[in-house]
C-alpha cells in the first residue's frame, strides 16, 4: 500500500508560481515511481510531469515544458513541481500518482495509487 499526500495549491494570479509537493509513504513505495497529473473541470485527467526511474531524466507535457520543473527528494519520500509563469487555462486539480516501475509515465492508467488532489486556480 502507498499513500500519497499533496499539498501546496492555491489562488494566484497569471505569471505568478506556485510550487505543489506530494509526499509518499507505505511500505511498498521503494517499487513505485511518482508523477503529476491534473484535471480541468470537464476534462479527463492528463500528464503534466514524471520523473524517469533513476531521477535522471524528466518527462513534461508540451503545454507545461519551459515552465514547470518536477524534483524528487528520494531521502525524503517526496516529488515537487515548481509551476512559474501560471496561466489561466492552468488552473485545475492536480493530482500525484505512483506507478510500478517499467510502466508507461504517460497513461493514468499506468498509475495504481493517487492522492487527493490540490486545487490550482490561476486568475487573469
Known amino acids: 500500500q502507498v499513500r500519497l499526500v499533496e499539498s501546496g495549491g492555491g489562488l494566484v494570479q497569471a505569471g505568478g508560481s506556485l510550487r505543489l509537493s506530494c509526499a509518499a509513504s507505505g511500505q511498498a513505495f521503494s517499487s513505485y515511481a511518482m508523477g503529476w497529473f491534473r484535471q480541468a473541470p470537464g476534462k479527463e485527467r492528463e500528464f503534466v510531469a514524471a520523473?524517469?526511474?533513476?531521477?535522471?531524466?524528466?518527462y513534461y507535457s508540451d503545454s507545461v515544458k519551459g515552465r514547470f520543473t518536477i524534483s524528487r527528494d528520494n531521502a525524503k519520500n517526496t516529488v515537487d513541481l515548481q509551476m512559474n509563469s501560471l496561466k489561466p487555462e492552468d488552473t485545475a486539480v492536480y493530482y500525484c500518482?505512483?506507478?510500478?516501475?517499467?510502466?508507461?509515465?504517460?497513461?493514468?492508467?499506468?498509475?495504481?495509487?493517487w492522492g487527493q488532489g490540490t486545487q490550482v486556480t490561476v486568475s487573469s
Open positions: 520523473p524517469s526511474w533513476s531521477g535522471g531524466s524528466t
Open positions: 500518482g505512483a506507478r510500478r516501475y517499467g510502466k508507461n509515465y504517460v497513461s493514468v492508467s499506468s498509475y495504481d495509487y
